[in-house]
């Protein structure tokens, strides 16, 4: 255990994760409500995936300009910033429904405003983990240990939420999560940090333009970018169509979606368990490939599942390999990327599963529309596999790649170094 939160000896990551740990939950009582008051408001597969779409597709288009502002300047500041003007969002959400002004317009308004704020705050935060970790062997366990508490907060989150939009409704879950905020602001101004970025006078779209020749340029990181790419717009999206398996297949109501939704927090929790306790990256590529198939074979029994602890148990395993599959491309990219192009890099793995989802979500709902979300789900989960396998053929060409990358950054030279001293603990002294 002690090997497996090592990051928290550094007190800005304690900060960070403790504020972020209590904020996503609040986010994800939110996700899950806005989820359950669209398909309210309009009882429509399509209106459920307009709302997702409006909320992700600032991603696409956005996010790759915030990596290169979190290159530019201090991602302490920006994160701040971002934090600050979530909280405003989910209050406005929290009062337009309190008071019964709410519309599926201004839903959709409001998300796209959390869409442009989070295209921003995504990459900031995936390249500002390494400002917090002194040790940078400690760069893949503080990664694994954001995934659980992104995790953790899956679980709870969507819980909670459940219990509370049947009790008080989804106006309460936008207020929560409104006030959760505060914790992440309070805990980034207790940091101490110095900003080591430097404001560069060439202009925005040099820097964007040097970022994408970089990174696919080299093909580890293109091919990972690739297969995220293909995941997020053709199976991640079934969280989109979760509301129609609790309430149309499953015949439940937000309590059933809260606990389809919690068991693929379990199951991903389980995943980022495994790769905190991981020594080294080597071996990761293997990792996603089984985690990946895992992910597709998941979401295609589930589509089948018509029993209740079925489902769950099949989500468990859908949110493992998709989060093992995440957290480990994330921690690849970062131990490959270059300091000063991090957050570009990082804006597009952000944009990976986040910009191509929005083209999911819309694809999903329209689909569903005709065929049903069971067969909807059952054709995302079959290209999921297809993809890992494509991935897995080209594995070794792209280890052969990468290993000079670890050999100038010592990566490999360490791990050798720790495994010819375990084999020598191994053998036995000769009399």
Same mark, same amino acid.
């Given at each position: 255990?002690?090997?497996?939160?090592?990051?928290?000896?550094?007190?800005?990551?304690?900060?960070f994760?403790?504020?972020? %740990?209590?904020?996503?939950?609040?986010?994800?009582?939110?996700?899950?409500?806005?989820?359950?008051?669209?398909?309210?408001?309009?009882?429509?597969?399509?209106?459920?995936?307009?709302?997702?779409?409006?909320?992700?597709?600032?991603?696409? =288009?956005?996010?790759?300009?915030?990596?290169?502002?979190?290159?530019?300047?201090?991602?302490?500041?920006?994160?701040?910033?971002?934090?600050?003007?979530?909280?405003?969002?989910?209050?406005?959400?929290?009062?337009?429904?309190?008071?019964?002004?709410?519309?599926?317009?201004?839903?959709?308004?409001?998300?796209?405003?959390?869409?442009?704020?989070?295209?921003?705050?995504?990459?900031?935060?995936?390249?500002?983990?390494?400002?917090?970790?002194?040790?940078?062997?400690?760069?893949?366990?503080?990664?694994? @240990?954001?995934?659980?508490?992104?995790?953790?907060?899956?679980?709870?989150?969507?819980?909670?939420?459940?219990?509370?939009?049947?009790a008080?409704?989804?106006?309460?879950?936008?207020?929560?999560?409104?006030?959760?905020?505060?914790?992440?602001?309070?805990?980034?101004? @207790?940091?101490?940090?110095?900003?080591?970025?430097?404001?560069?006078?060439? %202009?925005?779209?040099?820097?964007?333009?040097?970022?994408l020749k970089?990174s696919?340029?080299?093909?580890?990181?293109k091919?990972?970018?690739l297969?995220?790419?293909?995941?997020?717009?053709?199976?991640?999206?079934?969280?989109?169509?979760?509301?129609?398996?609790?309430?149309?297949?499953?015949?439940?109501?937000?309590?059933?979606?809260?606990?389809?939704?919690?068991?693929?927090?379990?199951?991903?929790?389980?995943?980022?368990?495994?790769?905190?306790?991981?020594k080294?990256?080597?071996?990761?590529?293997?990792?996603?490939v089984?985690?990946?198939?895992?992910?597709?074979? %998941?979401?295609?029994?589930?589509?089948?599942?018509?029993?209740?602890?079925?489902?769950?148990?099949?989500?468990?395993?859908?949110?493992?390999?998709?989060?093992?599959?995440?957290?480990?491309?994330?921690?690849?990219?970062?131990?490959?990327?270059s300091?000063?192009?991090?957050?570009?890099?990082?804006?597009?793995?952000?944009?990976?599963?986040?910009g =191509?989802?929005?083209?999911?979500?819309?694809?999903?709902?329209?689909l569903?529309?005709?065929?049903?979300?069971?067969?909807t789900?059952?054709?995302?989960?079959?290209?999921?596999?297809?993809?890992?396998?494509?991935?897995?053929?080209?594995?070794?060409?792209?280890?052969?790649?990468?290993?000079?990358?670890?050999?100038?950054?010592?990566?490999?030279?360490?791990?050798?170094?720790?495994?010819? %001293?375990?084999?020598?603990?191994?053998?036995?002294?000769?009399?």
């Amino acid at each position: 255990m002690k090997h497996i939160i090592r990051s928290f000896k550094y007190r800005n990551y304690r900060l960070f994760f403790t504020g972020q %740990s209590l904020s996503l939950v609040g986010s994800w009582m939110q996700r899950l409500a806005i989820g359950w008051l669209a398909y309210e408001l309009k009882n429509s597969a399509l209106i459920l995936g307009i709302v997702a779409f409006a909320g992700q597709i600032p991603a696409l =288009f956005l996010t790759p300009f915030g990596g290169v502002i979190a290159d530019r300047y201090d991602k302490h500041k920006i994160l701040i910033f971002t934090q600050a003007f979530a909280m405003i969002q989910a209050f406005a959400l929290a009062f337009l429904v309190l008071s019964n002004h709410i519309t599926i317009g201004l839903l959709i308004i409001l998300n796209i405003f959390l869409g442009i704020i989070n295209s921003l705050d995504m990459p900031t935060r995936q390249a500002y983990v390494i400002d917090m970790i002194d040790n940078k062997n400690d760069l893949g366990n503080a990664i694994a @240990l954001n995934s659980s508490m992104v995790n953790f907060a899956k679980l709870a989150g969507p819980t909670l939420a459940g219990l509370i939009v049947a009790a008080f409704g989804e106006g309460m879950c936008f207020l929560i999560n409104a006030i959760s905020y505060l914790a992440v602001i309070v805990s980034l101004l @207790l940091m101490k940090t110095t900003s080591n970025n430097t404001q560069r006078k060439d %202009s925005v779209l040099l820097q964007l333009k040097e970022g994408l020749k970089y990174s696919f340029g080299f093909a580890p990181i293109k091919y990972l970018i690739l297969l995220l790419s293909t995941i997020s717009l053709t199976a991640i999206p079934y969280m989109v169509l979760m509301p129609i398996f609790a309430k149309d297949i499953l015949h439940g109501g937000p309590k059933t979606l809260g606990f389809l939704m919690g068991s693929a927090g379990i199951g991903a929790l389980v995943g980022v368990v495994y790769l905190a306790s991981r020594k080294t990256v080597l071996g990761l590529g293997r990792v996603i490939v089984i985690a990946t198939i895992i992910f597709g074979v %998941s979401l295609v029994a589930f589509s089948f599942s018509r029993k209740l602890w079925l489902s769950e148990v099949l989500l468990a395993f859908a949110g493992m390999g998709m989060m093992i599959n995440m957290a480990a491309s994330n921690t690849i990219l970062q131990t490959m990327v270059s300091d000063e192009m991090r957050g570009r890099v990082m804006s597009l793995y952000v944009v990976s599963f986040m910009g =191509f989802m929005p083209f999911g979500s819309l694809l999903a709902g329209s689909l569903a529309n005709k065929i049903g979300a069971p067969f909807t789900l059952a054709i995302g989960g079959s290209i999921c596999v297809a993809a890992a396998i494509a991935f897995g053929f080209k594995l070794p060409s792209l280890r052969e790649i990468a290993r000079p990358v670890y050999i100038e950054k010592g990566i490999i030279e360490q791990v050798e170094k720790g495994l010819q %001293s375990a084999s020598q603990l191994s053998v036995p002294p000769e009399n």
